[in-house]
């Protein structure tokens, strides 16, 4: 049985969220993997994700990992991030496709006529860089990490809950939108912790600690 599973569904880097949990936990084995039955005998799960939420919902069916993803965010820590994030709820305007529908709400585009900064200029699609993450409520993932923390953002949707307890944190980019969700032993975000320098391995360390 390995201590973290990263979810293998043949989108993103996985590599470099494996080597960031094995420097952060180097006492840790942390495997990579396509195989439901190792997703299961994991203690803890991570489940990232890049490209479109369309092909990311279709190669995750085609590996047989919808249950294995149901199964872990029911029962273990759970860590989703940026498309691993928005799978986990229940619609997406990217391709008009269902999510795994384990937490309410949906995922939208960045709405173009919000796309404007305080100096007037427009503001890019994708959201692409550095920005400040507001901490919502006290949680153990924010354990050693300063509200208004930047972390590294690459995305052009933003998942919107049904509930306002799920909302973590959240982040301004022409709007106020939500950059974290927590529900019990769930914590997703939208930036990459991975890539996020040491506010980014202090939340991966914090993950491998954590006892929901």
């Not at 990992?65 to 199964?71: E, H, I, S, Y």
Request: with cysteine.
């Amino acid at each position: 049985m390995s201590d973290v599973a990263i979810i293998d569904y043949g989108m993103g880097n996985l590599r470099s969220v494996a080597k960031a949990i094995e420097h952060v936990a180097p006492d840790k084995q942390v495997v990579v993997t396509s195989d439901p039955a190792v997703v299961a005998a994991a203690g803890r799960v991570v489940f990232p994700g890049q490209g479109a939420m369309p092909d990311c919902m279709r190669e995750l069916e085609l590996r047989g990992l919808r249950g294995a993803v149901f199964d872990a965010a029911a029962s273990k820590p759970f860590l989703g991030i940026c498309i691993g994030q928005q799978m986990l709820f229940g619609h997406s305007e990217e391709g008009d496709v269902p999510g795994l529908g384990i937490l309410p709400g949906n995922v939208v585009r960045f709405p173009d006529m919000k796309m404007v900064a305080a100096d007037g200029s427009r503001l890019k699609v994708p959201h692409m860089g550095w920005n400040e993450v507001r901490q919502c409520h006290a949680h153990p993932m924010w354990d050693g990490i300063p509200d208004g923390e930047r972390f590294y953002f690459v995305h052009s949707y933003f998942v919107v809950p049904d509930e306002g307890s799920l909302v973590a944190a959240e982040t301004d980019y022409g709007l106020r939108f939500t950059s974290a969700v927590a529900r019990a032993n769930i914590f997703a975000v939208q930036f990459h912790p991975e890539k996020s320098a040491q506010a980014g391995l202090r939340m991966l360390a914090n993950f491998m600690s954590w006892a929901p």
